[in-house]
Structures are given as C-alpha cells and as structure tokens.
C-alpha cells in the first residue's frame, strides 16, 4: 500500500486529502448539528459560477471560485435568517442560477478545458503545492477559531436562544460560520469535486453523532474518519484504477450504510430482548 508514495502527486494527494478530512470533519459537524446540509450544497454548486467565471477571465480558480461562493454564502445566510419559511426555495434559485453562470461563462471561453472535469468529479491527484498550503493555512485557522469559540458555537448549534441570552452575537457567528463554510467547500472541491462534496462534509459527522457525547468529540472523530475514508479510497484508485474522488465516497457511503445496518442490528436485538423479559 505504501509504494504509491515514492510519487509524489500521491504524496500531494495524501496531504490534501488529510487536510480535507480535518477540514470538512470541523466544519461538517456545524453542518450537521445546525442542519443546514441543503444550504451547503447551494455554496458547492454555485461555485461552479466562480469557476466558469474564473476560466473565462483568465483568474486563478481560487480566486474565482472563493470570491463568487463567498458573496452567494453570505447571501444564502441572509435569506436562511431573515426568510427561513422560504429559505430552501430561494437557495434552490441561487443554486440553480450559479450552476448556469458558470455553464454559460465555460461556452464563452474559447477552446474546451479537460480540467473541468476535476471541478465536477474530483482531482485529488492534480493538487498542486500551493493548493496544500493554502489548506494548512485554512485548516489552523479554523482549528483556531473553533477552539477560541467553541462554548459559543456550541450555544448557537444547540440553543440559539440560550446563546443570545448569554450574549452571544448569534446573527454575526453564524454569517461567519457560513462563510468559512463557503471557504471549505472550496477548497475540498479539488480533492471530491463539487457533485461530491457534500458527501465528505456530512458522511463522517453523521456517523459520529451517535457515538460522542460532545462536539469536540464529534468534531474529532469526524475529522479523523474523513482521513481514514480519504487514505482507503486513494488505496483503491491506485489499485483498481478508479476515478479517487468517486472511490473516496464509494468508501464513505459503505461505511454510512453499513453503520446504518449496525444500528438497526441492535435496536432489533434490543427490542426483542424487552419482549422476552
């Protein structure tokens, strides 16, 4: 399993998937507890606008993609506080929007760009440097911040009305944690792609909620679980030759529905060992 790192585009992607499994084990486990899953699969299919945008300008893709997401984030936010009866419907018009922006700026681009295809699908193995850097950057920054304000984020993931009531500027911490959102989101569409993105943010956290008493522990646990998803989907890609971002949440989707099976197993043993006594 360890000959695929004398390469060093394995050893990139090694990295950048580590990193995406910190980030996203973070910031997905404030996805799941603040149930705002559809609000970040609005940010991931958006910044198909940003790229499409980013290739037809000429920009580095970052820049695109970061800038273009980030303004659609803060708007989804907006709508999320401010129109919540009708927040799915006006997401979904933003999402659908941002995907055309995109589609229409990528047929205005003269020539075809293959690389496209890493955007939707995942390019694990096309990392470059300077991508690894910025994640580690991202990655301590948001370790950063959600240590600094951890009991405040988790007054606000679990009782918005409590966390106002101990001062919390609630409205403020959650455009920033969509904002950093938005940031994830990405980032990781290099490692999965923005059809799967979504996938490595609620997979690992989903399975860890039931399983810690704590969102530090959920967050650990999660970040920890992307990383092994991460590693054995890179094994199989490099084995059998399959596309990695697909094989990365091939791993984390067995695993979800096998926990999934697990569960049920011992609820049904439960049960029936109650109707016996």
């Known amino acids: 399993m360890m000959e695929f790192l004398q390469f060093e585009f394995m050893r990139n992607a090694l990295a950048a998937g580590l990193l995406a499994g910190v980030i996203c084990g973070i910031m997905g486990s404030l996805v799941v507890v603040n149930r705002i899953v559809f609000l970040s699969g609005g940010i991931a299919h958006t910044a198909y606008g940003g790229i499409g945008m980013a290739f037809y300008f000429g920009w580095p893709y970052l820049a695109g993609a970061l800038g273009f997401s980030f ?10 506080i ?11 018009v933003i999402w659908a929007v941002g995907m055309a922006v995109g589609v229409i700026f990528i047929d205005l681009t003269p ?21 690894i850097g910025v994640m580690l950057a991202v990655a301590l920054i948001i370790t950063a911040l959600v240590t600094i304000y951890y009991h405040d984020l988790l007054a606000l993931s679990y ?3 409590f966390a106002r009531i101990r001062g919390v500027p609630t409205r403020a911490f959650y455009f920033v944690m969509v904002g950093i959102l938005a940031v994830t989101v990405v980032l990781v569409i290099r490692v999965t792609g923005l059809i799967l993105v979504i996938a490595l943010l609620t997979i690992p956290p989903y399975i ?4 810690v008493k704590s969102l ?52 049904f043993i439960q049960k029936r060992k109650g109707i016996r006594r």
Do not use: Q
């Not at 303004?71 to 999320?80: D, E, N």
């Not at 293959?114 to 193995?125: K, P, R």
């Open 71 to 80: 303004g659609a984030a803060m708007v989804m936010a907006g709508v999320s």
């Open 82 to 92: 401010g129109a919540k009866h009708r927040a799915d419907t006006i997401i979904g």
């Open 111 to 131: 020539g075809y760009n293959t690389d496209l295809m890493s955007y939707l699908f995942g390019g694990i193995l096309a990392v470059p440097k300077s991508d």
């Open 159 to 161: 009782d918005e009305e």
């Open 208 to 211: 860890m909620e039931k399983r």
């Open 216 to 267: 530090a522990g959920m967050m650990i646990g999660s970040s920890i679980l992307g990383a092994v998803f991460i590693v054995a989907g890179l094994w199989l890609s490099w084995s059998f030759n399959f596309t990695s971002g697909a094989s990365i949440i091939m791993v984390g989707g067995m695993t979800f529905f096998l926990s999934l099976m697990v569960e049920r197993a011992v609820l």
